[in-house]
C-alpha cells in the first residue's frame, strides 16, 4: 500500500530556496556566480555570468580527469577534487573572485567540502 505524502517533495522544497535565494544572488562579468548542484552520486560545480547568460568554466565528478581519481574515496573527499578543479579552470580564465550559490542544498557535508577547496586553490568569495 503506498501513502500519498501531504505537501511539497524534497526536490521541490529545494528548488523553492534555490529561486528565493537566485533572486539575490546574480552572477557579472567581474564576478560570476560559482553554481553546485548535487545528485545522488555526482557532483558538478559551473562558473556563470549571468549578464550574458554563459558558463565560464565548469567541472563535475563525471569527467575522465575526475573519474580516475574517484575510486575508493567518500562522497566529499571526491568534491574536494571538484572544488580545486573549478579553482584552477576558474584562474586560468582570470577570474579569482566569484558569488557562490549553494543551489538550496545545505551548507555542509559535499557542498561546504567544495567551497572550501575552491577556496583553497585561489577563488574569493
Request: aromatic letters at 4%; charged letters at 30%.
Amino acid at each position: 500500500m503506498v501513502i500519498a505524502s501531504k505537501g511539497k517533495s524534497a526536490a521541490k522544497r529545494r528548488i523553492a530556496r534555490h529561486l528565493r535565494v537566485r533572486r539575490k544572488v546574480r552572477g557579472t562579468a567581474g564576478r560570476p556566480r560559482l553554481a553546485v548542484f548535487r545528485s545522488l552520486n555526482h557532483v558538478y560545480a559551473q562558473v556563470i555570468d549571468d549578464d550574458r547568460g554563459h558558463t565560464l568554466a565548469a567541472a563535475s565528478t563525471v569527467e575522465p580527469e575526475v573519474k580516475s581519481q574517484v575510486a575508493g574515496k567518500k562522497k566529499a573527499e571526491v568534491s574536494k577534487l571538484v572544488g580545486k578543479l573549478i579553482a584552477s579552470r576558474a584562474l586560468e580564465k582570470g577570474i579569482t573572485t566569484v558569488v557562490f550559490d549553494r543551489g538550496g542544498f545545505q551548507y555542509h557535508g559535499r557542498v561546504k567540502a567544495l567551497a572550501e577547496s575552491a577556496r583553497e586553490g585561489g577563488l574569493v568569495f
